[in-house]
């Protein structure tokens, strides 16, 4: 069970387009997803938390307006990247919690995005 | 603030041994959660293990352990007779209620050699 399910696994774009990342939970409701960001051999850095029917909440320093993050229902969030640029080439892993708000995180297989 | 500190960035260790990966948290919570992920070469993220702040019980499941110390702010993580299928980067993480988020430490990427 508690299976989060991310699409695509990879996507290429041109600068200067922008690229939809979804993200589900498929055997469970999530009404709070976590989105990340994974540089080359580095750790996770949390972007952004997404809860269900509302605004997203933002980590400090990441662009609200570059990343565009959706939570329509209790089963999909998307991250949208905006007018992409190469420096937004990276790893993007989704998360949700299939419990309580100390319930442990259920990752996606994440997203590798590269802009050209 | 909250803080996890993987000391160690890499490791190698030969096949059937064992191996520890430190991981050492700060917080101001007195309730808090501790977590191990793994994530293999393929990229996903494995959840290994919870553990809340109240148990201080060393937990063992097959090869893998833990060693939780609120003492020393520890919870580091043990893998006995090591194999190659372990290699990969091993994160230690901790979730405090106050602020609601899980934070990561910067991992340790383990090379099991056969």
């Known amino acids: 069970g508690a299976v989060v399910s991310q699409h695509p696994s990879r996507v290429i774009c041109k600068s200067g387009t922008s690229v939809k990342i979804e993200c589900r939970s498929l055997d469970f409701q999530a009404t709070t997803m976590f989105w990340y960001r994974q540089f080359p051999k580095k750790s996770l850095m949390l972007m952004a938390t997404s809860n269900e029917g509302s605004k997203a909440t933002y980590e400090q320093g990441v662009e609200k307006d570059k990343f565009l993050i959706n939570h329509a229902s209790l089963t999909l969030s998307t991250l949208t990247v905006t007018s992409a640029h190469p420096e937004d080439s990276s790893f993007y892993i989704c998360?949700?919690?299939?419990?309580?708000?100390?319930?442990?995180?259920?990752f996606g297989n994440g997203t590798r995005l590269t802009v050209t | 603030a909250q803080k996890v500190t993987q000391a160690q960035t890499e490791i190698s260790v030969v096949e059937k041994e064992d191996v520890t990966l430190d991981c050492v948290y700060e917080t101001r919570d007195t309730t808090y959660y501790l977590f191990w992920y793994k994530q293999p070469p393929s990229g996903e993220l494995v959840f290994l293990i919870r553990?809340?702040?109240?148990?201080?019980q060393n937990e063992i499941s097959g090869r893998y352990s833990w060693n939780f110390q609120k003492s020393t702010s520890s919870f580091n993580f043990t893998i006995t007779a090591s194999q190659v299928v372990d290699s990969a980067v091993y994160f230690c993480a901790l979730y405090a209620n106050r602020d609601d988020k899980i934070i990561f430490g910067k991992g340790t990427r383990l090379h099991i050699l056969p």
């Open positions: 553990r809340n702040s109240f148990d201080e």
């Open positions: 998360s949700a919690r299939s419990g309580d708000r100390n319930s442990p995180l259920h």
